[in-house]
């Protein structure tokens, strides 16, 4: 497998789109949520995306394969809520060894077979570790401003058990996105450095914060700039946004990363911003003209889509972005 860092210096590497967003188009109903491992399973299971890697793999890897197909360079596993604390608002805080451990290996499966095809072009498979429904900077208790909902140690703990089942499964790196605690990543960030120690190993690391709204600030108050600060101790492969904004909305912190990140830096937002009705009207074609602008002005290293993106808007992407270099960072001279 070649090195994601080196290639990720020649040209723009395309992160693929929403799982969600493909995974509604099933229209699936509870029982395929339980389907020969969870029937017995006591509590409501439908829209727990994640459990459809052991129950409906056959999905998970169609929708892989379509991305792949579209033109991304990286595919996301399945497990954005792949942790014990995300997990626990089911009851199936036991299964997230296999759900990380199975979503990691279909993907790795189907990257596989794409690099096969096409060894010019080789297929990466990140390990997603979303946010938790949990932060630890701030109180969910409006009347009690001391409380929090989790400890830096626990997420530690369930980060870890997830980084460690995603390795075993096959990625070729880690993504920690969707930050919007980033005290939260870096419990997520202290976790994985820590089995890399234990291990003796060491993968790449990719870091993506959610700015919430114009204030160009994360849910829990910090600007861009701030979090980068943050997390910039790690050795990263790239620091980035997704989620909340749109593309065009999104530009101004990417300009603040291109100016202050010494990493590769990624971007995959939302097909614009949602609906009365939740839903993403940005076509492909209007989403790709918005990136252009990030293409133009050098920002990025890696592009992608978030909340409403299809194979469609990736393949728009996709086919842009092979006509223009990447961001130039100098963090990695000797890769």
Request: proline letters at 4%.
């Amino acid at each position: 497998m070649k090195d994601i860092k080196s290639i990720l210096k020649k040209r723009i590497l395309v992160l693929d789109g929403a799982m969600g967003t493909m995974i509604q188009r099933h229209k699936l109903e509870e029982e395929d949520f339980r389907l020969g491992w969870f029937e017995d399973h006591n509590s409501p299971l439908k829209g727990n995306n994640d459990l459809l890697s052991l129950t409906r793999p056959e999905i998970i890897k169609e929708i892989h394969a379509a991305y792949f197909t579209a033109g991304a360079d990286i595919a996301e596993t399945n497990t954005f809520s792949g942790t014990t604390i995300a997990q626990a608002d089911y009851g199936l805080e036991k299964a997230v060894y296999d759900i990380n451990y199975e979503s990691a290996k279909i993907a790795r499966e189907v990257a596989d077979e794409f690099t096969s095809k096409e060894p010019e072009k080789p297929r990466f498979v990140a390990g997603s570790m979303g946010p938790t429904n949990r932060t630890a900077s701030i109180s969910p208790d409006v009347n009690d401003p001391g409380f929090r909902a989790i400890t830096f140690e626990a997420l530690k703990v369930a980060y870890k058990e997830q980084a460690g089942a995603l390795i075993d499964g096959g990625v070729d790196l880690l993504l920690v996105e969707t930050v919007f605690d980033t005290l939260n990543a870096k419990a997520a960030l202290f976790a994985i450095d820590e089995l890399f120690d234990e291990r003796g190993i060491s993968l790449p690391i990719m870091v993506s914060g959610t700015i919430t709204d114009q204030s160009g600030r994360t849910l829990t108050g910090q600007t861009t700039e701030a979090f980068l600060i943050s997390v910039e101790h790690m050795d990263l492969l790239s620091v980035g946004l997704n989620c909340a904004l749109g593309a065009s909305m999104m530009r101004p912190y990417l300009k603040v990363l291109n100016q202050n990140c010494s990493y590769g830096v990624s971007a995959h937002p939302n097909a614009g911003l949602p609906n009365e009705f939740g839903e993403y009207d940005e076509t492909p074609e209007l989403m790709a003209e918005q990136i252009r602008e990030f293409l133009e002005e050098g920002l990025v290293n890696i592009i992608g889509g978030c909340c409403g993106t299809s194979p469609d808007h990736i393949q728009a992407i996709a086919k842009l972005a092979s006509n223009y270099s990447p961001r130039t960072f100098g963090i990695h001279e000797n890769d």
